[in-house]
């Protein structure tokens, strides 16, 4: 999926392209920033257009696959699992857990 930068910064809501910006601290203490829309006060993970990612995109494993950090950090995936409300990483390792489990590569990541 190619997006322009326009269709990146458009709200997914409303379509607005005011976008207001501001920094937040996650649970793990790293700062990140947070983006929100103006006219309709949404707030919108940067994730949050496009299909399901199969890689970690932040962090210590970025760039790295689910299958690559599930080899080397099972720990890791099973913390994903478990604090992330929403995004694009939840969804992709959502659906790459279900697959795995599906063909008996891995066990419950959860258990």
């Excluded at 709200?11 to 829309?37: A, L, W, Y």
Aim: proline residues 4%; glycine residues 8%; contains cysteine.
């Amino acid at each position: 999926m190619n997006n322009t930068i326009d269709e990146l910064m458009k709200c997914p809501n409303c379509e607005s392209m005011k976008n207001g910006f501001e920094k937040v601290k996650f649970k793990n203490g790293t700062d990140h920033i947070q983006r929100s829309c103006l006219d309709c006060g949404i707030k919108i993970n940067w994730a949050s257009q496009g299909k399901p990612l199969d890689k970690f995109v932040f962090g210590k494993h970025k760039g790295k696959t689910f299958d690559e950090v599930w080899k080397e950090a099972p720990d890791y995936i099973r913390w994903c699992l478990k604090e992330f409300k929403e995004g694009k990483v939840k969804e992709g390792l959502e659906v790459w857990m279900q697959q795995k489990v599906v063909d008996k590569d891995i066990g419950d990541p959860l258990s």
